[in-house]
C-alpha cells in the first residue's frame, strides 16, 4: 500500500470497483443469513440491526472513520489524522496505488459497515434498537477505525512496524467483531430462556442463501484486497474458494461423527467458518496452506460454538464461535503457512520462517482481541448506564418486530406470533386504532 | 347426532376423505394440531445443541353425523388412517345436542 505511483491503472480499478460492490452485498448477506437463524418474532428486527449498520457507518466513514484509519499517522502506529475529515483533500483525481483514493476509501468503507453487523449476531433478539444506533457510529469510531490503523494504516504498529500480516482482515473485521460481540452479549446478558427454551433457526433456506451471498461477496472482500488484477488476486481468489470448500468438509465431518447428521446450519456455518480464517491468510499462504486453514476452521469453530452452553454466555449466533475463533486461527496459521511467492518475503515456520513470524502474528492478535474486547465492553456499559441497552421483558417476550417495529415479517397465525390478520381491513380503511407499545 | 373427532398423521388425510366421502358424509372440518401421545417427540441438532421438539404435527378431523351410521363412520376413519405405527393418532364421538344450518336455520338432523 505505497502512494508511490501517481497514475490510476484502469485495469485494477474496474476490478476494484466491482470488489467494493461484491463487499457490500455481504452485508445484506449477513442479514438473511442470521435473520434466518433467530426466532419469527424478531427476524426484521435482525435484518435491520444489519441494515441499519450501512447507512450509520458510511456517515461516520466518510466523517472521521476514514481519515483516522487511513490518515497519516499521528500518535506512534496507533491512530491517524484528521485532515482528511469529510474526505477533504480528496478529490476524484486523488490516487492511492493504482485506483483512485476515492475508491479505495470506498472498499474499506465497506469493510467497516460488516463489520459492525458482525457483531449484532451476538445480541439477536433483545437489544433496544435506539441503543444500538447510538453503538454502532461510535464503535466504528473508537474500536473498529484504530485497530484498522494499526493493521492497514500508514505507520500503523502491526503491520508497517512489527511486521505481523494480515491480507484482508482477519484482525480488524473477524477477530474485532468476535471479541465486541463476547463484550456485548456479557453487558446485556442472555435471553430470556437461554439453555433451557428451545430456539430453532427458524428459517434454514434463507441461512444458506446468506451464506451463499457471504461467500460471494467474499471473493471480492479477499481478491479486491490485493487492491489491483492480478496474480495475487487471483491467488487469494482461489484460496477462499478452497478454504470455504474445506471449512464445509470439515464442521459436516465433525458433525456425521458426534450428531449423526450433517446438516444444510451445519454446512453453512463450515462455509462462514473456513472463509473467515482464509480472510487474513488468503493473500500469505500457498494453496495446501489454505486447504488447512479452511480444514481446521471448520472442524475447531464446530465445536467451539458450543462452549457458549458450558460457559454460560449468549452469543447468540455464534460470533465468538466462528468469526473471532476462526479469525485466530487463521491469522495464526500465516505463522506457519506463510510463503515468500504470496508475502513477496516473509515466510512461516513451514517454510524455513522459525518461530518470530508466529511470534509476531501471536502478539498481534492478542493485542487486537484484548482492545476490541475492552474498549466494547466499556462502551456497552457506559451506553447500558445511559439509555439501557436491552429491550423490554416484555419487549423481549412478544418478540422486537412488533413491538419496536411495528410489523411481522410472515402473514400466517401461527401460535400467536404471526401477524394480526384480523386487523387488517381496518387498517387499510383509517388510521390503525391499536397503538402498538413502542420503544421508549 | 354424534360428534366424531379423529386425530391423524397429516398424511393420511386423503385416505380418510376418500372413505368418508364413500360413506356419503357431505362435510367436515379439518384443522392443523400439534400433540404427543405414545409416540412422544423427536429430537433435532442445530450447531451441535440438541433440541427435544415434545409436539408433532398432526391433523384434527371433526364430522357430525346422525347416531345410527357413527359407528360406521369411525370404523372408515380408523381403517384409512391406519398405518399399525406408533402415532397413528386417536378417534372419538361427543353427543351432539343440536346443529343448525345457518344458511337456511334448518335444526337437527335435517341441518347435516
Known sequence: ?440 | MKLITAIVKPYRLDEVKTALQELGVHGLTVSEASGYGRQRGHTEVYRGAEYRVDLVPKVRIEVVVEDAVADDVIDAIVGAAQTGKIGDGKVWALPVETVVRVRTGERGPDAL
Open chain 1, 1 to 440: 500500500m505505497t502512494l508511490a505511483a501517481a497514475h490510476v491503472d484502469t485495469g485494477d480499478t474496474a476490478w476494484l470497483l466491482a470488489a467494493t460492490a461484491l463487499v457490500l452485498l455481504m452485508t445484506p448477506g449477513l442479514a438473511l443469513f442470521y435473520g434466518g437463524m433467530v426466532r419469527t418474532k424478531s427476524v426484521l428486527n435482525m435484518l435491520m440491526m444489519s441494515f441499519v449498520s450501512i447507512a450509520l457507518v458510511t456517515v461516520v466513514w466518510l466523517a472521521a472513520g476514514y481519515s483516522l484509519a487511513f490518515g497519516d499517522d499521528v500518535f506512534g502506529g496507533l491512530i491517524g489524522g484528521l485532515g482528511h475529515s469529510g474526505m477533504s483533500g480528496i478529490g476524484p483525481g486523488s490516487v492511492h496505488g493504482t485506483v483512485p483514493t476515492l475508491l479505495f476509501a470506498t472498499f474499506q468503507l465497506t469493510f467497516a459497515i460488516i463489520t459492525a453487523a458482525l457483531v449484532s449476531g451476538a445480541v439477536a433478539d433483545r437489544t433496544k434498537f435506539s441503543a444500538w444506533l447510538v453503538f454502532v457510529p461510535v464503535w466504528a469510531l473508537v474500536v473498529y477505525v484504530p485497530v484498522t490503523h494499526w493493521v492497514w494504516g500508514p505507520g500503523g504498529w502491526i503491520v508497517d512496524r512489527l511486521g505481523a500480516l494480515d491480507f484482508a482482515g482477519g484482525m480488524p473485521v473477524e477477530i474485532t467483531s468476535g471479541a465486541s460481540g463476547l463484550a456485548l452479549c456479557l453487558v446485556l446478558g442472555p435471553r430470556l430462556g437461554f439453555r433451557k427454551d428451545a430456539m430453532r433457526p427458524h428459517n434454514l433456506p434463507m441461512v444458506i442463501l446468506g451464506a451463499g451471498l457471504l461467500w460471494f461477496g467474499w471473493f471480492g472482500f479477499n481478491a479486491g484486497s490485493a487492491l489491483g488484477a492480478n496474480g495475487l488476486a487471483a491467488a487469494a481468489f482461489l484460496n477462499t474458494l478452497a478454504a470455504g470448500c474445506t471449512g464445509l468438509l470439515g464442521w459436516l465431518f465433525v458433525e456425521q461423527r458426534r450428531d449423526g447428521h450433517p446438516t444444510t446450519l451445519g454446512a453453512a456455518s463450515g462455509a462462514v467458518a473456513g472463509l473467515v480464517a482464509i480472510t487474513p491468510s488468503c493473500g500469505t499462504v500457498s494453496l495446501l496452506g489454505a486447504l488447512v486453514v479452511g480444514l481446521a476452521a471448520g472442524v475447531v469453530c464446530s465445536y467451539a460454538v458450543s462452549w457458549k452452553f458450558r460457559l454460560n454466555y449468549d452469543d447468540s449466533l455464534d460470533v465468538v464461535g466462528v468469526h473471532l475463533v476462526g479469525g485466530i486461527i487463521g491469522t495464526l496459521l500465516i505463522g506457519l503457512f506463510a510463503e515468500k511467492a504470496m508475502t513477496g518475503g516473509a515466510e512461516g515456520l513451514f517454510y524455513g520462517g522459525g518461530l518470530v513470524p508466529l511470534g509476531r502474528q501471536l502478539l498481534a492478535v492478542a493485542a487486537v482481541g484484548a482492545y476490541a474486547f475492552g474498549v466494547t465492553y466499556g462502551l456497552g456499559k457506559l451506553i447500558d448506564r445511559a439509555l439501557g441497552f436491552r429491550a423490554s421483558e416484555e419487549q423481549e417476550h412478544t418478540g422486537l418486530d412488533l413491538t419496536v417495529h411495528a410489523e411481522t415479517a410472515y402473514d400466517h397465525g401461527v401460535l400467536g406470533h404471526g401477524a394480526p390478520v384480523n386487523h387488517s381491513l381496518v387498517a387499510a380503511q383509517q388510521a390503525p386504532t391499536r397503538k402498538v407499545e413502542s420503544q421508549a
